[in-house]
């Protein structure tokens, strides 16, 4: 079975501090992972996916196989990166699995 | 390009009656999925559609709940005999291309309330 666990429901942080959403992942062959956000009142966006290998808006995550993880990482957090980050899981069928969000809070 | 649109934006029915819910893609987009968010629960995949073919429905209640994606018009969810458990947000989102292959965007969503 496929399963997306995000551990932590909220996080807080200061402003300029590092921060990091977990994501570990269940998934018997090679998936593809995505972070969506959803920032205050606005709809539910990507935010970056394993594949790309891209940094968007300072955030990095590593795909790590070994652990099955897809952690989400920024170096300074800011203000403007309060949301609810989402960690999703897509696989071989057409089915897409999202873990429960975290609520990121990054304190002034 | 307006974005994925979905009405009503909130929806109260009474015990039994039916609800109706409408997503419009985004222009182009052929692939429209449906997710339901019941409270303190992530986003859980509900079916996927292209045009007039429901493609995977595995995520949806085998009774009260339907999909379709017809040619012309919205993609409708519909829920016939609502009960209080099914009192939640729901969401569709349309990609391009099938899920994982491209981004899915998502629309403001649907809170059905069931009294």
């Known amino acids: 079975a496929q399963r997306v666990t995000q551990p932590e429901k909220l996080l807080s942080v200061f402003k300029g501090a590092p921060v990091e959403l977990k994501c570990n992942y269940s998934y018997s062959g090679s998936p593809e992972l995505f972070w969506y956000v959803q920032y205050s009142r606005q709809r539910l966006q990507l935010l970056l996916r394993h594949i790309s290998r891209e940094s968007i808006k300072g955030f990095t995550a590593d795909l790590n196989k070994g652990e099955t993880s897809f952690h989400l990482k920024k170096p300074f957090a800011q203000e403007e990166d309060s949301a609810m980050y989402y960690c999703a899981l897509s696989g071989s069928g057409n089915q897409f699995y999202f873990g429960t969000g975290t609520s990121l809070t990054v304190i002034p | 390009n307006a974005g994925v649109m979905q009405n009503p934006r909130h929806l109260v029915r009474r015990r039994g009656q039916e609800a109706r819910l409408r997503c419009s893609p985004m222009?182009?987009?052929?692939?429209v999925y449906w997710y339901r968010q019941l409270p303190e629960e992530g986003l859980k995949f509900m079916v996927y559609l292209q045009k007039e073919n429901i493609i995977d429905e595995s995520g949806m209640p085998k009774e009260r709940f339907s999909a379709e994606f017809p040619k012309e018009g919205p993609s409708i969810l519909r829920i016939q005999q609502v009960v209080r458990g099914d009192s939640a947000a729901y969401f569709c989102a349309s990609s391009p291309d099938p899920a994982g292959k491209s981004e899915q965007y998502f629309g403001p969503g649907t809170r059905l309330t069931v009294t």
């Open positions: 222009k182009g987009h052929s692939h």
